[in-house]
């Protein structure tokens, strides 16, 4: 059964306070691994797409990375205004479009 | 705005009510997904239609639960004899491909 872990469930960060999130998965056939934002009391924000182990993207002070088994979303010198949900997704599987989430990271980043 | 659009954004009903729900995805995707998700969970795949055609259905959507695509466009989301257990936040997401670019939700609270 594909299966997909976020840790830690929760983080507080100081503004400038570098860290990284964990999204580990097991899966069959991964065909691609999604971040996401999610703001309280809106939809997830598209972030990163990483399709095969080795890749990385950035943008702005976020930095996706995907390995065999897990993925990683790297902040660099945080500000509040990245206090926000982080949602890892998989989609796997022949066939299936749809994603798998996982449960989130919460960031809060104090000033 | 040329994002995905939902209305309405909340909703309040009685158990055993009838509730629908509208979704305008970007106008140039031709996937839609409906997704369901509850206070600290991620979102969970209910239903996927490419164009107009219903392509997968979640165990998640039991009999109560239907959507429709007529044409393409836009989407509708109802639910049947509504029940406290459906009380959630529903996503839809529109896709040309491979990312899922989702709207701001319609929560439903069923009292």
């Known amino acids: 059964e594909d299966q997909v872990t976020q840790s830690p469930e929760a983080l507080r960060l100081q503004e400038g306070e570098s860290s990284s999130l964990n999204c580990s998965y097991t899966v069959s056939g991964l065909r691609g691994l999604f971040w996401y934002r999610q703001d309280p009391g809106k939809g997830p924000e598209f972030l990163f797409t990483?399709?095969?182990a080795g890749e990385e993207k950035e943008k702005e002070r976020l930095k996706a990375t995907l390995t065999k088994k897990e993925s990683f979303l790297h902040i660099t010198a945080p500000k509040p205004e990245d206090s926000a949900t982080y949602l890892c997704a998989v989609q796997a599987g022949t066939g299936a479009n749809n994603l798998f989430f996982g449960t989130g990271t919460r960031l809060t980043v104090i000033p | 705005d040329t994002g995905v659009s939902q209305n309405p954004r909340h909703k309040i009903t009685k158990r055993g009510q009838n509730v629908t729900f509208r979704c305008d995805p970007i106008?140039?995707?031709?996937?839609l997904y409906w997704y369901r998700q509850t206070l600290g969970q991620g979102p969970e795949f209910l239903t996927y239609?490419?164009?107009?055609?219903?392509?997968?259905k979640s165990r998640l959507l039991s009999d109560r639960f239907s959507a429709e695509r007529p044409k393409g466009s836009f989407s509708t989301l109802e639910i049947q004899r509504t029940e406290q257990g459906d009380s959630a936040m529903y996503l839809c997401?529109?896709?040309?491909?491979?990312?899922?670019?989702f709207g701001p939700g319609t929560r439903l609270t069923v009292t």
């Open positions: 239609f490419q164009n107009e055609a219903q392509l997968e």
């Open positions: 997401a529109s896709s040309p491909l491979n990312e899922q670019y």
């Open positions: 106008s140039e995707h031709n996937r």
């Open positions: 990483l399709y095969s």
